[in-house]
């Protein structure tokens, strides 16, 4: 088997065509590559660019170097980081307070375990939890011990009190 020597040049200038033409692409989409991925990281253009003239200028090592420095956190999962923290935070403001010692206590708990401060009461009809000042239970809407079911705003729960005085000072008399 014999070539031709005008062939054989013609084919390795071909070859060397392709070849360079790919290292460009792969050059190029390397650096597109990095800058799309920089610029999900961070919003400092400096760094953007230096990220870029990094895949630019050193191209596949640079891109490695790059992958080691660049920030963890695309800034979409920052953002999702934060809410999250944020959520947490607010689950914790949320629990409420005890009013005795200012630790924070469990909604369904009677009495704080620190101070021995009543938190909440039984309603006698159901039996389930109450805050301390409602005078009705609103799961079975028995009124508390000692209140009249006209008693559910402030100003009518003061007038059953003193209509109840009255009663009272009358029943001495
Ligand atoms: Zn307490
Ligand atoms: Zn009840």
Redesign the pocket.
């Given at each position: 088997m014999t070539f031709d020597p005008a062939f054989l040049s013609n084919l390795l200038l071909v070859l060397t065509a392709f070849g360079g033409a790919f290292l460009a692409a792969l050059w190029i989409s390397l650096v597109v590559w990095t800058y799309r991925d920089i610029r999900a990281r961070t919003r400092d253009p400096l760094v953007q660019t230096l990220a870029a003239l990094l895949a630019a200028v050193l191209n596949l090592p640079g891109v490695l170097v790059y992958l080691i420095l660049r920030p963890p956190r695309t800034l979409e999962e920052e953002y999702q980081r934060t809410l999250e923290e944020e959520a947490l935070l607010q689950a914790l403001e949320d629990l409420p307070l005890c009013p005795g010692c200012e630790r924070r206590v469990k909604d369904e708990w009677q009495v704080c375990p620190n101070c021995h401060t009543k938190l909440k009461k039984t309603?006698?009809?159901?039996?389930?939890l109450?805050e301390l000042a409602w005078n009705i239970?609103p799961?079975?809407?028995?009124p508390a011990p000692g209140m009249r079911l006209e008693g559910t705003g402030v100003d009518e729960a003061l007038r059953g009190l003193k209509r109840d005085d009255e009663l009272g000072e009358v029943k001495i008399e």
């Open positions: 309603c006698h009809n159901c039996s389930k109450m239970c799961f079975c809407g028995t």
